[in-house]
């Protein structure tokens, strides 16, 4: 599975971006979390928000996010988990990063799996 995230770009602070990550294939049955994560200049990676799908359809969906963007960011997933979404309100120059998606779940093949997106560039000027 590979996955194409986009979306990224030059905004003002105050201002709003949708991050989108693609995935290459069906997802639905390996995939149970997403995330998105981000990397700042100088900075370790960190969690933004991630989503967690449960229960026999995958109907009971579960969000968390860093304390830094509750109530500014929004993560979302369609009902495939071929697309995962962040809506980024009243975005901050802190908030300027690299931002990657990721894919994770498991295979009665191959166990544990975790697919990265490529990152992309979100930049925030005050």
């Known amino acids: 599975v590979q996955l194409q995230a986009s979306g990224g770009g030059l905004v003002q602070a105050g201002g709003s971006l949708r991050l989108s990550c693609e995935a290459s294939?069906?997802?639905?049955?390996?995939?149970?979390?997403m995330a998105w994560y981000r990397e700042a200049p100088g900075k370790e990676r960190e969690l933004v928000a991630k989503?967690?799908?449960?229960?026999?359809?995958?109907?009971?969906?579960?969000?968390s996010y860093a304390d830094s963007v509750r109530g500014r960011f929004n993560i979302l997933s369609d009902n495939s988990q071929n697309n995962l979404y962040l809506q980024m309100n009243s975005l901050k120059p802190d908030d300027t990063a690299l931002y990657f998606c990721?894919?994770?779940?498991?295979?009665?093949?191959?166990?544990?799996?975790?697919?990265w997106g490529q990152g992309t560039l979100v930049t925030v000027s005050s």
């Open positions: 294939r069906n997802t639905l049955r390996i995939i149970n979390h």
């Open positions: 990721t894919f994770n779940g498991w295979t009665p093949a191959t166990g544990s799996v975790s697919y």
């Open positions: 989503i967690e799908r449960s229960g026999g359809y995958g109907d009971t969906v579960t969000t």
